[in-house]
């Protein structure tokens, strides 16, 4: 294969990628196909199953990975984050408290679009903030709907447990009182793409005299509405 850019660790790894497009590959495929070493192409595959880019079918073979189907989503959502501004700021004038729209990054989630109170308190969270995916209601929704043995290792830690995720999936929406920070309230919601995969959480947050100790009665029903109208800006692209 002639695939070249100079960083050669970079070009044989992308080797092993393009092979796998044709279908399912044994480690003796890979090397006929890519010209790689045998340890060379094995100590590849095995790097990139690590990061889920690779996985192995029933038969031990080597297969696209899932984590690929995940980039390739997160690269066709720039009409949600186009949406998501004017829906933010309707969802914060319904509810009167900051909205805000989170993704998951590995142990993390970022806010990736917000729109603010523009008076009194408020619980800031400026786009590009990084919090903690161990507490806040929007933390639950990005880990509720995911693989159960993911589930267990995000659980490790967290302010939450698995009868609230239950609870989340249950419901559509979670809250969290003083579970982030003290003092703060929030409720979120997810946004799903066209397959039904969790992408995104819509959320609100305030001070908890504003949103009480039961946020979700108040504001849940708004939640909801705003996730899932910007889940149907994905429907309509018919990205997959």
Partial sequence: MDISSGVGVLDKAAAVLTALESGPMTLAGLVSV???????????????????????DLNGRFVLGPRLGELAQSAGEDRL???????LARLRDITGESSQLFRRQGDIRIC??????????RDTVPVGGQLSMKAGSAAQILLAWE??????????????NAETLATVRHRGWAQSVAEREPGVASVSAPV????????????????????????????????????????????????E
């Fill in 34 to 56: 890519t010209g790689l070493a045998r340890p060379t192409a094995h100590r590849l595959a095995v790097a990139l199953e690590y990061h889920r880019l690779v996985g192995r």
């Fill in 81 to 87: 984050l186009a949406t998501a501004g004017p829906i």
């Fill in 112 to 121: 990736v679009a917000a729109a603010e109170r523009p008076t009194g308190l």
């Fill in 147 to 160: 693989e159960p043995d993911r589930i267990q290792r995000g659980l490790v830690q967290a302010h939450f």
């Fill in 192 to 239: 799903r793409s066209p397959s039904g995969k969790i992408i995104a959480a819509v959320s609100v947050s305030g001070p908890i005299e504003r949103l009480t100790r039961s946020p979700g009665r108040l504001h849940a029903p708004a939640v909801v509405a705003a996730a899932e109208k910007l889940s149907s800006v994905l429907r309509r692209t018919g990205r």
